[in-house]
């Protein structure tokens, strides 16, 4: 089977569109990445949802815990643990 040039399957397609998320793909496999999501849409969904995922990351306000305040609950852990063994 000779790979296509141009058209790209869908497996790979999905492939460049999570390198674009993290602006990695190459202007070619953009190209390549358009002329698929023109007409599949599987394709079209999985960019839809990895761009909505994306965004809720981006825009997420987690707040995180310190390296300091995870070492103390690693502590107060291990000690109940110690307690019930």
């Known amino acids: 089977m000779k790979k296509s040039f141009l058209f790209i399957s869908c497996e790979e397609a999905k492939h460049i569109c999570d390198k674009t998320q993290y602006g990695e793909a190459t ?4 190209i390549k990445l358009a002329l698929r999501l023109s007409w599949c849409r599987i394709t079209k969904a999985y960019s839809n949802k990895n761009n909505k995922l ?11 815990l310190k390296n300091d305040e995870r070492s103390k609950i690693k502590q107060q852990f291990e000690k109940e643990l110690a307690k019930r063994q």
Do not use: K, L, N
């Open 54 to 64: 994306t965004d809720a990351i981006e825009h997420s306000e987690i707040d995180c």
């Open 27 to 30: 202007g070619w496999e953009r």
